[in-house]
């Protein structure tokens, strides 16, 4: 071990700043210049702009506050009964109360309907619609559509609750810029405290989700808006026809509302808690569907981004072309790296990956604590996290690459998201002969 020690001081004492930057390039360009450096900037540069706008923001709420939109929240599931109760408190504690719930049954086999019919002659909801035969997610919610009367839609996931003023605060946004067609909300995970799984996807989506929608949403090439909270303008949603069938409910339909010309914005400050996959193996299956819809609609479905055509638009150009390079492409030149290190390096390989899990440890503890000074909700206490910081590093670095390099395999080569059971198999094949 002593021996050992002394080879790694030495290995460390031999690092010149040119054998640096060739042996840990990976890292240093696409890693900590990319998600410490650049990101800070945004941050900062998106701290001052809010300091500035603050008289704009105070006028948008009056003009909320005065107008007082008829919203239309739609809570589309299958088998989401037991969940009803408490959505339906958290809801009524809200601030802003002008508002319709609408729930959809989609084919439940549990008692759904019974619990939807309760609460509709309680008046706990306002309507309550039930497909038979179940026709997925998106089927659903575009039942529910048919039926809102709202100026904004608003999509929830049952399983979900929400801070008082969330629903205030997700329709602020769209009176900031009346461009503005869709808003995404901020969630964050309620059941962290379960298992090790749950505190590594808190860290994640406390971490790296949250904050790297603050800064795609600020730089405009914000992507994916979460179907646990999402709203929308109700003429956006008539113009684009609502939900298109398939497992890309969230990725989908931002693209759409992208595509017919509107802006898409976070509002970090709209926080939804959700219970996430308590086991590594629920984890995989969510998130093969997740990584399997980058390909299927980010590179096939929606490849007319890149085309030159009247409908070009740069943020839609550029937001796509940097899913595809850090979500898909680098999982590949990954693998590419660790076959540069075990061909050139090998004799030293165990030193540097030794090296890299360090720096990344000290990454990964700097933007938890520098960029906790621009999260306005905190998840849990800022100490709770810090133990597993170190645990980060195998999950993203290893544990969802691996996922995801699987998951993208998959989709190239045999369109499985096709058989994906999240979706009924006569959408999906409905949705394969429509090419969607």
Not at 89 to 115: C, M, W
Not at 261 to 288: D, H, W
Not at 339 to 368: E, G, P, W
Not at 420 to 436: C, F, I, Q, R, V
Request: glycine share 6%; hydrophobic share 45%; with cysteine.
């Amino acid at each position: 071990m002593e021996l050992f020690i002394d080879e790694y001081i030495n290995f460390l004492l031999s690092l010149t700043l040119n054998r640096f930057i060739r042996v840990f390039w990976f890292f240093i360009i696409f890693e900590f210049i990319r998600y410490v450096i650049l990101d800070l900037i945004i941050l900062i540069v998106f701290s001052l702009s809010n300091k500035l706008n603050k008289k704009k923001k105070n006028d948008a709420h009056e003009m909320l506050t005065f107008e007082q939109p008829l919203v239309s929240l739609i809570i589309p599931g299958k088998n989401e009964g037991a969940h009803l109760y408490k959505l339906m408190h958290s809801l009524r504690n809200q601030t802003y109360k002008n508002f319709e719930v609408i729930v959809v049954d989609d084919g439940s086999d549990d008692a759904t309907p019974i619990i939807g019919k309760s609460l509709l002659k309680q008046g706990l909801i306002d309507v309550f619609l039930r497909n038979d035969i179940r026709g997925g997610k998106a089927s659903a919610a575009n039942l529910a559509l048919r039926f809102a009367k709202g100026k904004f839609i608003v999509h929830l996931d049952a399983d979900c609750s929400f801070d008082y003023d969330a629903i205030e605060k997700i329709l602020l946004p769209f009176y900031l810029d009346e461009r503005v067609g869709a808003v995404g909300g901020n969630v964050m995970v309620r059941n962290y405290k379960e298992s090790l799984v749950t505190t590594l996807q808190a860290i994640e989506y406390y971490d790296t989700i949250s904050i790297g929608r603050i800064i795609s949403s600020h730089l405009g090439i914000y992507r994916v808006i979460s179907g646990a909270f999402g709203a929308f303008k109700k003429e956006v949603m008539d113009e684009i026809k609502g939900w298109d069938i398939g497992p890309g409910l969230d990725g989908d339909i931002t693209v759409k509302v992208r595509k017919a010309g509107y802006k898409i914005k976070f509002a970090s400050e709209a926080v939804c808690l959700t219970n996430v996959p308590n086991t590594f193996r629920k984890l995989i299956k969510q998130r093969m569907r997740w990584d399997k819809s980058l390909v299927r609609f980010r590179m096939r479905k929606h490849k007319d981004v890149f085309y030159p055509n009247k409908a070009f638009n740069w943020s839609n150009f550029i937001s796509f072309t940097e899913n595809i390079t850090y979500g898909f492409l680098l999982n590949f030149k990954w693998l590419f790296y660790i076959v540069d290190v075990l061909a050139n390096h090998f004799s030293q390989a165990v030193f540097i990956l030794i090296t890299n899990f360090f720096m990344y440890v000290f990454m990964n503890y700097f933007k938890y604590i520098v960029f906790s000074l621009f999260r306005i909700r905190k998840n849990a206490p800022m100490y709770y996290f810090l133990p597993f910081i170190p645990c980060m590093v195998i999950y993203f670095g290893y544990f969802l690459r691996i996922v995801r390099l699987v998951a993208h395999s998959k989709e190239l080569l045999f369109k499985a998201s096709y058989n994906d059971p999240w979706n009924p198999y006569k959408t999906s094949k409905h949705a394969k002969e429509l090419g969607l």
